[in-house]
């Protein structure tokens, strides 16, 4: 079922389109001479698709549920009133003159098995949303406009609502509107009680401001935002740290005894729009990298020129107590970590070294914690474009 978004009107029920534009009707089938006239009608006997397993009145309550979620996302550039299967965005409203478009697609993978164990769906909206603008972000644009896929084998309104919610809550703090969705109930798809999601945000930075810069060069500087813990990658292996660990998602977390494991765990993705725009529009950015799978190790040569090496000294911070848990917990090797986790660092930012304190001032204000973590250096062949050293006190 599609959903509304911010500053639509809704559309038909699915019941009024069936209804109104039915095409199987009774004069337009043709009698089959062979086969046994069949009975008449009788409720009793006759199957509707809640018999198939997909609740019509359910997807219709979650509409009614989050149309007011949506509506609190709504911002310059959101066209209203407009109904239809599409929702539209007005750059030049939205104050672009020449823009370049940018799209990204994510989802919050088995942390999802975590929420559904834990049974708190609060959060993992924010998650997806995270995961879309932040890859926005890191790009120099500006999140706009966001979409999601919610999948499920038998729709659960309350849960459904929790999930929007935080969807609506990461949209609010990225500055982007909800403007649409889909709600799939998939009787078979999918075990009692699981969901999936997948998030699509679009964003615009004006012709010619569009990162990574091709002047990163030796001697610039790595700049690290903090994580808010494990984000949303990597929780194929948490679980499995988890499972190994004889634990329940209801324990007291080892790593922080006055939470529960499954919360702490599922403490949503940080969202870096509003700092890193920041610094970005005070053209002290050169390059941004988020740090998902793979880590620092492999997302930071991403935004790289060939020539130069990105150098990380891991003594620069500590990881929080979530990764030191997890190393110990699993065994899990330094070097695995750094390459599967976020390791404390959710954002690195490339930046000129006379730029280093002011990029470091505007987003302190923007509430990140800055650390300084690396350096920019000349590649000496086809060495590895980011090396993380001193990692001996990760673990």
């Known amino acids: 079922m599609r959903r509304v978004g911010a500053g639509e009107k809704p559309l038909q029920t699915v019941r009024d389109q069936v209804s109104s534009a039915n095409p199987f009707r009774p004069e337009h089938i043709t009698p089959n001479p062979t086969r046994k006239p069949i009975p008449a009608h009788d409720e009793k006997q006759g199957l509707t698709y809640r018999d198939a397993g997909v609740d019509i009145d359910a997807g219709e309550a979650l509409v009614e549920a989050i149309k007011p979620l949506a509506r609190s996302t709504a911002r310059t550039g959101t066209a209203a009133g407009l109904g239809g299967f599409g929702a539209l965005f007005d750059l030049r409203a939205a104050g672009f003159a020449d823009p370049i478009l940018v799209a990204t697609t994510d989802g919050v993978g088995t942390k999802l098995k975590v929420a559904i164990e834990a049974g708190r769906h609060d959060t993992v909206g924010i998650d997806l949303v995270a995961m879309c603008v932040n890859d926005l ?49 998939m009787p078979g798809m999918y075990a009692d009680g699981d969901y999936d999601l997948a998030g699509f945000a679009v964003g615009a930075a004006e012709r010619g401001h569009l990162l990574p810069l091709i002047d990163v060069a030796p001697g610039d500087v790595v700049l690290g935002l903090a994580s808010s813990g494990v984000h949303s990658n990597g929780f194929s292996l948490v679980r499995r740290i988890v499972e190994r660990g004889g634990l329940s998602y209801n324990d007291p977390a080892p790593f922080a005894p006055a939470r529960p494991l499954g919360e702490a765990l599922l403490e949503p993705t940080r969202i870096y729009v509003a700092s890193t725009l920041a610094a970005i529009r005070a053209g002290t950015v050169k390059a941004l990298a988020h740090i998902t799978g793979g880590g620092l190790i492999e997302n930071l040569p991403r935004v790289l020129p060939q020539g130069v090496v990105a150098e990380i000294d891991g003594a620069a911070w500590a990881p929080p107590p979530v990764f030191r848990w997890l190393a110990f917990e699993g065994k899990v090797a330094a070097t695995e970590m750094a390459r599967t986790f976020n390791c404390g ?44 050293l001193h990692q001996d006190g990760w673990i």
């Open 345 to 388: 660092i959710g954002m690195a930012l490339v930046v000129a070294p006379d730029q280093a304190d002011e990029a470091a001032r505007l987003l302190t204000e923007h509430g990140e914690t800055v650390l300084r973590i690396g350096r920019v250096r000349a590649r000496n062949g086809d060495e590895p474009q980011c090396q993380v």
């Open 137 to 185: 972000v890191v790009q120099g644009a500006e999140p706009l406009l966001f979409l999601d896929y919610f999948a499920t084998g038998k729709l659960d309104v309350a849960a459904g609502k929790a999930i929007v919610s935080g969807i609506a809550e990461g949209c609010r703090q990225a500055g982007c509107a909800l403007v649409g969705g889909e709600t799939a109930e």
